[in-house]
Protein backbone atom coordinates (compact mmCIF):
# COMPACT_ATOMS: atom_id res chain seq x y z
CA UNK A 1 0.00 0.00 0.00
CA UNK A 2 1.34 3.16 -0.99
CA UNK A 3 0.91 6.10 1.37
CA UNK A 4 0.65 10.17 0.14
CA UNK A 5 -0.28 12.99 2.07
CA UNK A 6 -2.94 15.20 0.51
CA UNK A 7 -2.15 19.19 0.57
CA UNK A 8 -4.09 20.41 3.86
CA UNK A 9 -3.95 20.38 7.45
CA UNK A 10 -3.56 16.85 8.69
CA UNK A 11 -5.95 14.49 6.37
CA UNK A 12 -3.79 11.58 4.69
CA UNK A 13 -4.93 8.99 1.80
CA UNK A 14 -3.65 5.54 1.07
CA UNK A 15 -4.92 3.28 -1.64
CA UNK A 16 -5.40 -0.21 -1.23
CA UNK A 17 -4.47 -3.03 -4.15
CA UNK A 18 -7.65 -1.84 -6.07
CA UNK A 19 -6.82 1.97 -6.00
CA UNK A 20 -9.61 2.78 -3.77
CA UNK A 21 -9.01 5.94 -0.95
CA UNK A 22 -8.81 5.09 2.21
CA UNK A 23 -8.67 8.22 4.03
CA UNK A 24 -7.08 9.27 7.55
CA UNK A 25 -6.29 11.89 9.97
CA UNK A 26 -3.12 12.94 11.70
CA UNK A 27 -4.19 12.69 15.28
CA UNK A 28 -1.79 15.03 16.67
CA UNK A 29 -3.49 17.84 14.67
CA UNK A 30 -6.91 16.75 15.39
CA UNK A 31 -5.64 17.07 19.29
CA UNK A 32 -4.19 19.61 19.20
CA UNK A 33 -5.75 22.68 20.91
CA UNK A 34 -4.62 26.17 19.74
CA UNK A 35 -2.99 27.95 22.43
CA UNK A 36 -2.47 24.90 24.53
CA UNK A 37 -5.02 23.37 27.08
CA UNK A 38 -6.71 27.09 28.22
CA UNK A 39 -8.45 29.60 26.44
CA UNK A 40 -6.80 32.17 24.88
CA UNK A 41 -8.56 35.82 24.67
CA UNK A 42 -9.73 36.87 21.54
CA UNK A 43 -11.57 40.62 20.45
CA UNK A 44 -11.15 42.62 16.86
CA UNK A 45 -10.10 39.88 14.17
CA UNK A 46 -10.30 36.40 15.03
CA UNK A 47 -8.75 33.71 12.55
CA UNK A 48 -9.09 29.93 13.08
CA UNK A 49 -6.00 28.95 11.61
CA UNK A 50 -6.40 25.19 10.53
CA UNK A 51 -3.40 24.63 9.80
CA UNK A 52 -2.25 24.79 13.59
CA UNK A 53 -5.42 23.17 15.53
CA UNK A 54 -8.70 21.62 15.17
CA UNK A 55 -9.85 22.67 18.34
CA UNK A 56 -9.73 26.48 19.04
CA UNK A 57 -10.77 27.26 23.09
CA UNK A 58 -11.28 31.73 23.15
CA UNK A 59 -12.27 33.91 25.81
CA UNK A 60 -14.37 37.31 24.31
CA UNK A 61 -12.97 39.88 25.92
CA UNK A 62 -14.30 42.59 23.00
CA UNK A 63 -16.38 42.57 20.08
CA UNK A 64 -15.28 40.73 17.25
CA UNK A 65 -14.85 42.89 14.00
CA UNK A 66 -13.99 39.80 11.72
CA UNK A 67 -14.30 36.43 11.99
CA UNK A 68 -12.57 34.37 9.20
CA UNK A 69 -11.02 30.24 8.81
CA UNK A 70 -7.29 29.95 7.15
CA UNK A 71 -5.94 26.80 5.39
CA UNK A 72 -9.05 25.30 4.42
CA UNK A 73 -9.00 22.19 2.08
CA UNK A 74 -9.09 22.90 -1.49
CA UNK A 75 -12.22 21.79 -3.26
CA UNK A 76 -11.22 18.77 -3.95
CA UNK A 77 -10.00 17.41 -1.03
CA UNK A 78 -11.61 15.93 1.52
CA UNK A 79 -13.54 16.51 5.16
CA UNK A 80 -12.79 17.55 7.91
CA UNK A 81 -13.99 18.79 11.35
CA UNK A 82 -13.17 21.15 13.83
CA UNK A 83 -14.70 23.08 17.03
CA UNK A 84 -14.83 26.14 18.55
CA UNK A 85 -15.50 26.85 21.80
CA UNK A 86 -16.45 30.77 22.44
CA UNK A 87 -16.47 31.85 26.24
CA UNK A 88 -17.29 35.15 26.96
CA UNK A 89 -15.90 36.56 29.44
CA UNK A 90 -17.45 38.43 33.26
CA UNK A 91 -18.39 41.68 31.36
CA UNK A 92 -20.52 40.16 28.24
CA UNK A 93 -22.51 42.17 25.99
CA UNK A 94 -20.15 41.90 22.84
CA UNK A 95 -20.87 42.18 18.93
CA UNK A 96 -20.34 39.14 16.94
CA UNK A 97 -19.08 40.73 13.26
CA UNK A 98 -21.76 41.63 10.92
CA UNK A 99 -22.77 39.04 8.35
CA UNK A 100 -20.46 40.27 5.53
CA UNK A 101 -17.34 39.80 7.60
CA UNK A 102 -18.06 36.50 8.28
CA UNK A 103 -17.27 33.61 6.78
CA UNK A 104 -20.36 31.26 4.48
CA UNK A 105 -21.54 28.64 6.38
CA UNK A 106 -24.44 26.23 6.08
CA UNK A 107 -25.91 25.47 9.18
CA UNK A 108 -26.98 22.36 9.78
CA UNK A 109 -29.66 22.74 12.67
CA UNK A 110 -30.89 26.21 11.73
CA UNK A 111 -28.88 28.12 14.30
CA UNK A 112 -26.24 31.14 12.68
CA UNK A 113 -23.91 33.47 14.06
CA UNK A 114 -26.76 35.25 16.13
CA UNK A 115 -27.56 32.69 18.15
CA UNK A 116 -24.43 32.81 20.27
CA UNK A 117 -24.82 33.69 23.79
CA UNK A 118 -22.81 36.64 24.16
CA UNK A 119 -23.82 37.11 28.18
CA UNK A 120 -21.50 37.37 30.56
CA UNK A 121 -19.70 34.05 31.61
CA UNK A 122 -21.31 32.15 28.57
CA UNK A 123 -19.86 29.23 26.94
CA UNK A 124 -20.61 28.82 22.91
CA UNK A 125 -19.76 25.31 21.18
CA UNK A 126 -19.53 25.43 17.93
CA UNK A 127 -19.08 22.31 15.29
CA UNK A 128 -17.79 23.03 12.10
CA UNK A 129 -17.38 20.49 8.85
CA UNK A 130 -16.41 20.75 5.42
CA UNK A 131 -17.67 18.80 2.25
CA UNK A 132 -14.91 20.43 -0.50
CA UNK A 133 -15.12 24.01 -0.59
CA UNK A 134 -18.79 24.06 1.60
CA UNK A 135 -18.25 24.75 5.31
CA UNK A 136 -21.09 23.75 7.86
CA UNK A 137 -21.72 24.10 11.27
CA UNK A 138 -23.69 23.20 14.12
CA UNK A 139 -23.91 25.12 17.28
CA UNK A 140 -23.76 22.56 19.96
CA UNK A 141 -24.14 24.27 22.99
CA UNK A 142 -24.37 28.09 24.22
CA UNK A 143 -25.29 29.28 27.64
CA UNK A 144 -23.27 28.46 30.42
CA UNK A 145 -21.49 24.93 30.05
CA UNK A 146 -23.69 23.08 33.20
CA UNK A 147 -22.06 20.91 36.28
CA UNK A 148 -23.92 19.08 38.65
CA UNK A 149 -24.59 21.22 41.65
CA UNK A 150 -22.42 21.10 44.98
CA UNK A 151 -24.37 19.60 47.50
CA UNK A 152 -23.60 20.35 51.15
CA UNK A 153 -25.61 19.99 54.47
CA UNK A 154 -25.25 20.78 57.91
CA UNK A 155 -26.61 19.05 60.87
CA UNK A 156 -26.27 22.39 62.83
CA UNK A 157 -24.06 25.23 62.95
CA UNK A 158 -21.09 25.14 61.44
CA UNK A 159 -18.34 25.69 58.30
CA UNK A 160 -17.35 23.49 55.66
CA UNK A 161 -13.91 24.29 53.91
CA UNK A 162 -13.86 23.35 49.71
CA UNK A 163 -10.43 22.58 48.38
CA UNK A 164 -10.72 23.49 45.07
CA UNK A 165 -9.06 20.79 42.86
CA UNK A 166 -10.34 22.32 39.69
CA UNK A 167 -11.57 25.52 38.20
CA UNK A 168 -14.76 25.97 38.16
CA UNK A 169 -17.38 28.94 39.02
CA UNK A 170 -20.43 28.88 41.37
CA UNK A 171 -23.34 31.11 41.49
CA UNK A 172 -23.88 31.51 44.96
CA UNK A 173 -26.77 33.99 44.46
CA UNK A 174 -28.88 31.04 43.04
CA UNK A 175 -28.17 28.79 45.69
CA UNK A 176 -31.57 26.50 46.81
CA UNK A 177 -31.25 26.23 50.90
CA UNK A 178 -33.71 23.73 52.62
CA UNK A 179 -33.84 24.44 56.67
CA UNK A 180 -33.82 27.65 58.66
CA UNK A 181 -29.73 28.50 58.57
CA UNK A 182 -28.36 31.04 56.49
CA UNK A 183 -25.70 30.14 54.20
CA UNK A 184 -22.80 32.62 53.47
CA UNK A 185 -19.54 32.25 50.88
CA UNK A 186 -16.31 33.04 51.20
CA UNK A 187 -13.30 32.99 48.54
CA UNK A 188 -9.64 32.89 49.25
CA UNK A 189 -7.55 32.72 46.08
CA UNK A 190 -4.26 30.79 46.43
CA UNK A 191 -1.86 32.42 48.26
CA UNK A 192 -4.61 35.46 48.77
CA UNK A 193 -6.64 36.43 51.38
CA UNK A 194 -10.21 35.21 51.89
CA UNK A 195 -12.86 37.68 50.69
CA UNK A 196 -17.12 37.09 51.29
CA UNK A 197 -19.21 36.55 47.88
CA UNK A 198 -22.40 36.79 47.03
CA UNK A 199 -22.95 36.54 43.56
CA UNK A 200 -21.19 34.06 40.65
CA UNK A 201 -17.54 33.81 41.45
CA UNK A 202 -14.94 31.70 39.51
CA UNK A 203 -12.26 29.68 41.23
CA UNK A 204 -9.12 28.50 39.87
CA UNK A 205 -7.55 25.14 41.20
CA UNK A 206 -6.12 25.51 44.50
CA UNK A 207 -8.40 28.32 45.86
CA UNK A 208 -10.63 27.54 48.75
CA UNK A 209 -14.09 27.94 48.82
CA UNK A 210 -15.85 28.44 53.20
CA UNK A 211 -19.20 27.87 53.37
CA UNK A 212 -21.04 28.77 56.59
CA UNK A 213 -24.47 28.02 57.98
CA UNK A 214 -25.80 30.06 60.94
CA UNK A 215 -28.69 30.52 62.56
CA UNK A 216 -30.23 27.32 62.08
CA UNK A 217 -32.34 25.29 64.17
CA UNK A 218 -32.29 21.65 62.70
CA UNK A 219 -30.46 20.41 59.40
CA UNK A 220 -30.06 22.60 57.00
CA UNK A 221 -28.88 21.61 53.17
CA UNK A 222 -27.36 23.85 50.48
CA UNK A 223 -27.39 23.40 46.79
CA UNK A 224 -25.05 25.38 44.83
CA UNK A 225 -25.28 25.72 40.66
CA UNK A 226 -21.77 24.74 38.93
CA UNK A 227 -20.69 25.80 35.51
CA UNK A 228 -17.26 25.43 34.04
CA UNK A 229 -15.22 28.22 34.44
Given at each position: ???????????????????????????????????????????????????????????????????????????????????????????????????????????????????????????????????????????????????????????????????????????????????????????????????????RTDFAAGDVLTVTCSGTTGPTGVSIPRYAA
Amino acid sequence: MSRTTIPGPGINMALDGAGDAIISADPTLLDAVAGGAGFVAVNGVVTLDLATAHVFHQTMTGDITTFAFSNLPNADEFAIAWRWVLKIDSVGGYALPIPANRPTVTWVDGSSFDDLDMSADAVNQVAFWNEGAEVFAALVWNGGLALDSREMSFAANGTIVVPMTRAESLDVANDVVSGDGTITYQRTPSGGSIGSITTRTDFAAGDVLTVTCSGTTGPTGVSIPRYAA
